[in-house]
């Protein structure tokens, strides 16, 4: 059930008419709770809130499915100047990057040219990245370009998403590399011949490899807002005596904050991942997609101009 609503939603606001009204309206209707803004001091101004009330922070230059190499390479440097900029003002920030922005679809070496640009100045930094999963015909090359990439780059990590029957020969191809692991349910509609259906499914597969991953001996970034959960996930680090050097908690700016208060209270690692950019739209979906109530909470700004301005 929750696969299909997450399929229609996808449908309805992938159809171009939606997408331009959304594209001019959208931020004002609700976007702007989960995007920070169009531009890196957008960005950089929220970062910054959140690092001074005790989070880690990644940002994401929105934009994938880059069909364009120079589009690609602006990509990369969009990150190159975002770090310069995040450093200039004393923020210490990690990336999440997506590899069809930086031309995954394009060419493997351009790709890996970007990427390794944007690795460069991560390094000099100081910064961490993490390589975003994006919808399943693409997991074989996102995770070429990680193995290729991750023996040079040792600060850099990649997401796998539960949902996926893919997933657990995955982690155990992965793991004697010990990498940093974002542990995800999974955000795009595939096919059950792909990814279970369930969401109960999802959750119970996604507890079952979070504990994989603790016991390889991986980095553990366990992303989710699910309150009950992380809550497992967090007894099964504490039984096993880890500390944040080996997992942390992470979730989307503007979901759940009062979890992530709560977590962060409790002396929790937290990053908080903070979107920019203008091409958010397609980003926006995911979020309307995985929780269609989100759909009611636009339709309700649409109406009330009040609640527009209260926020969601
Ligand atoms: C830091 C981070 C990075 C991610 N990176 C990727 C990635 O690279 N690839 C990928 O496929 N997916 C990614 N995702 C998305 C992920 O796959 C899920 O789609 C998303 O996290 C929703 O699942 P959940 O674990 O929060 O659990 P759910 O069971 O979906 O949600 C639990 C609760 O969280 C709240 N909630 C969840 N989603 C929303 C929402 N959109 N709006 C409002 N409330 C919500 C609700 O209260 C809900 O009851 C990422 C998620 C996070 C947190």
């Not at 001996?217 to 309150?227: R, T, W």
Request: charged share 25%.
């Amino acid at each position: 059930m929750a696969a299909l609503a997450r399929a229609v939603v996808l449908k309805v606001f992938q159809r171009p008419g939606v997408r331009r009204w959304m594209e001019r309206h959208g931020m004002a209707l609700g976007a702007g709770r989960f995007v920070a803004g169009e531009t890196a001091g957008d960005a950089l101004r929220v970062a910054a809130g959140l690092l001074a009330a005790g989070r880690r922070v990644s940002l994401t230059h929105l934009g994938e499915y880059t069909s364009d190499a120079a589009a690609a390479r602006a990509a990369a440097d969009t990150y190159v100047d975002l770090l310069a900029a995040a450093r200039s003002r004393a923020l210490e920030v990690g990336l999440s990057i997506k590899l069809t922005q930086l031309g995954l679809d394009l060419d493997l070496d351009v790709c890996l040219e970007n990427t390794r640009r944007v690795l460069d100045a991560a390094a000099g930094a100081g910064a961490l990245v993490e390589i975003d999963m994006e919808d399943s015909a693409r997991v074989d090359a996102t995770l070429a370009v990680f193995q290729r990439l991750a023996p040079e780059y040792p600060f850099l990590g990649v997401c796998l998403q539960a949902y996926l029957h893919r997933t657990p020969d995955d982690i155990q191809r992965l793991a004697p590399l010990r990498p940093r692991i974002r542990l995800v349910k999974g955000a795009y509609a595939e096919p059950p011949s792909v990814a279970l259906q369930d969401r109960a499914a999802v959750t119970r597969r996604y507890l079952e490899l979070a504990r994989r991953l603790m016991d390889a001996g991986c980095f553990l970034a366990a992303a989710s807002h699910d309150g009950a959960l992380l809550r497992e996930v967090l007894g099964e680090a504490r039984r096993r005596g880890l500390g944040p050097d080996r997992y942390e908690v992470q979730m989307l700016r503007g979901i759940n904050p009062s979890l992530q208060e709560g977590l962060v209270a409790a002396g929790e690692p937290v990053r908080v991942l903070v979107v920019y950019g203008r091409e958010w739209y397609p980003w926006f979906v995911r979020r309307l997609a995985e929780r269609p109530a989100n759909v009611g909470m636009l339709l309700r700004n649409l109406v009330s101009p009040a609640a527009r301005r209260r926020g969601p």
